[in-house]
């Protein structure tokens, strides 16, 4: 009996126990979170910190300044960066930018003459020429030097005997069906020699490209004929000399058919014209250095020569005589 009456105040105190430390626990939460509330400042600083956060986000995918497209996060619709390339933060332009501008000063540091200034004789040595063929100014060529037995100087150009024997036969290749006639050449040794010659024959195979067979006159400035061949450099002149060039019309030639040649021409020849009732008609040029006009008609007119740096001159009052040198009063310029 005394141990029933023991246990039952003993339960009714745990059990207010238990039931006080919670209420406790509420209560000092209370107090905590009060206290939190009565802070200064607290009041609107957290919720102020997400909508700073939020503008952020929102200005990231935002146009760059001046582009005036907007941005696009995939790459596939994003511009070619050639096309439109982002403004750099240094304000240097960009490579590609150089890249362009560099072909517009290439020009200046060529400075290549213009026809008109090349007719004056201001150029000196130029590069190359506007219708030179394959012996063009301002280049060098090396090969062998030959000789050979020259006679009275004439050969396969047509211009008969030579008033002198500083003369040479161009290789096969080099004299080109007749284009390298009467080109005024500086021959140089290998011992420090040196000859001016003019192209008068042709070299037939197996001369090769790039030689010479000179006359024997002219080899001797060189070297003795008993090298026999001898390693040379050569290059395209524009001499003094002539004074002026001549026209001459081929035997046989009449108002039906003709040829004409030029001779004495400072610069190698490129083409020649006759005026016929349709305007100027270019002829057709032969291996042995004549320009035909197969129905003769210009013959007796006008003539329009042409050298290799494409001036012009025009020669009137040249009488149809066959086999007749007729001097003029006109020569190309030096270059």
């Not at 995939?74 to 072909?103: F, H, K, M, N, Q």
């Not at 030179?132 to 090396?142: D, E, F, V």
């Not at 020849?269 to 003769?296: C, H, I, K």
């Amino acid at each position: 009996m005394r141990a029933t009456k023991h246990a039952a105040p003993q339960s009714n105190r745990r059990r207010g126990l238990v039931m006080g430390i919670p209420l406790a626990l509420v209560a000092v939460g209370l107090l905590v979170c009060l206290a939190f509330a009565l802070l200064p400042g607290s009041s609107g600083e957290a919720g102020a910190t997400e909508p700073a956060a939020a503008s952020v986000a929102a200005t990231e995918p935002s146009t760059p300044p001046g582009t005036g497209v907007p941005a696009d996060p995939t790459p596939s619709a994003a511009p070619p960066s050639v096309t439109s390339p982002p403004p750099s933060a240094t304000g240097t332009p960009s490579p590609s930018a150089t890249l362009t501008a560099r072909p517009s000063a290439a020009p200046v540091t060529t400075a290549t003459p213009s026809p008109s200034a090349t007719t004056g004789g201001a150029r000196t040595a130029p590069a190359t020429a506007s219708q030179a063929g394959r012996i063009k100014p301002g280049t060098s060529y090396q090969g062998v030097a030959t000789s050979y037995d020259a006679a009275d100087g004439n050969g396969a150009c047509s211009f008969g005997p030579s008033g002198d024997l500083m003369i040479a036969a161009m290789n096969h290749t080099d004299y080109e069906s007749s284009k390298a006639c009467g080109a005024f050449v500086l021959v140089r040794a290998a011992n420090g020699a040196s000859i001016t010659v003019r192209i008068v024959n042709e070299c037939p195979l197996p001369c090769a490209p790039g030689q010479l067979d000179l006359s024997h006159e002219a080899f001797a400035k060189l070297a003795d004929l008993s090298v026999g061949r001898l390693p040379i450099t050569w290059s395209l002149l524009s001499p003094v000399a002539p004074d002026a060039m001549s026209i001459r019309y081929k035997t046989g030639s009449t108002q039906w058919w003709c040829g004409i040649q030029v001779i004495g021409h400072r610069n190698p020849v490129a083409a020649l014209e006759v005026l016929t009732g349709g305007g100027w008609r270019q002829l057709s040029r032969t291996d042995y250095n004549y320009f035909l006009s197969p129905d003769g008609s210009g013959c007796g007119g006008p003539i329009r020569v042409t050298d290799i740096y494409g001036e012009q001159l025009t020669v009137d009052g040249v009488a149809l005589q066959p086999d007749v040198a007729q001097p003029t009063r006109v020569q190309f310029a030096r270059h």
